[in-house]
């Protein structure tokens, strides 16, 4: 019998294993420093990283943080042997509930265009395509 999912709080010393879960998922970008993004969201008020495990295995990452009003999830990610079985989905619910229980009424995910695995898994949770593009500006000179 295959061991329960349970999900919790990333600990910092799964920094490491998360990064390579990341990397494993094609999750990390050269432009964004993957641990300098784990610790701010582990010792931030309004973000976390939620971790999905199985018989002591880390098998899946959501880091989530809010504005106070909006949430927004990265690094949803679910190592490639385990995808498909429904982690990624309990990863996002819970995501949304830790959202909810902060007071946050709106959940945002940024998916790139071409990403349509990732589209269709949101879209299979009931996420909706909105009508807005994303501008942006770097602040550290990359």
Avoid at 33 to 60: C, K, M, W, Y
Avoid at 73 to 81: I, Q, S, T
Avoid at 86 to 95: E, P, Q, S, V, W
Wanted: proline share 3%; hydrophobic share 40%; aromatic share 6%.
């Amino acid at each position: 019998m295959e061991e329960q999912i349970t999900i919790g709080r990333l600990a910092e010393s799964e920094v490491s294993e998360a990064i390579a879960l990341w990397e494993v998922c094609n999750l990390t970008r050269p432009w964004n420093d993957p641990h300098a993004d784990a610790e701010f969201a582990l010792r931030g008020s309004s973000s976390t990283i939620l971790a999905a495990r199985q018989g002591g295995t880390l098998v899946g990452t959501a880091m989530v943080g809010h504005d106070g009003h909006r949430g927004a999830v990265y690094y949803v990610g679910v190592l490639p042997d385990r995808q498909k079985l429904g982690i990624g989905a309990l990863l996002m619910a819970a995501a949304e509930s830790w959202l909810h229980d902060r007071g946050v009424p709106k959940l945002n995910v940024m998916v790139r265009t071409d990403n349509l695995s990732a589209r269709g898994f949101y879209e299979e949770l009931g996420y909706e395509h909105s009508e807005v593009i994303v501008i942006s500006k770097r602040l550290d000179g990359r």
